[in-house]
């Protein structure tokens, strides 16, 4: 699984925050990660240098095997908190989407066979 961590540029400590980033995602997402190939990071601070309640932004687009990319955001009041919660967001999201390709997998292994 490769990371690639883009952020914008009212973002400070760039290389401190990738390589956390991308350890929080691995570590996170360990348990899918045959399943990924690659997962894109766009963090950004909607209101630059003014304060706001929600103005960290975090988008995760992730690049799965044989499958459509899937992309969530989650907003924030801080760039670790964006980033856990678009973490969450994508485990859901493909959770979902392998538990029913797994349903409809044993839904065809239990059909009886056509005389």
Known sequence: MQIQVNAG???EAREALVARVSADLSRALARISDH???IEVHLSDENGEK???HDHRCTLEA???RRQ???VTHHAATLDLSVSG???KLLRVIDSQFGRLE???RADDTRPAEI
Do not use: F
Request: positive net charge; aromatic residues 0%.
């Open 63 to 65: 690049r799965l095997e």
């Open 86 to 88: 678009a973490t969450s």
């Open 51 to 53: 304060n706001g309640q």
């Open 9 to 11: 540029h009212h973002i």
């Open 69 to 71: 990319p899937v992309a």
């Open 103 to 105: 349903d409809r997998r």
């Open 36 to 38: 990924i190939t690659r």
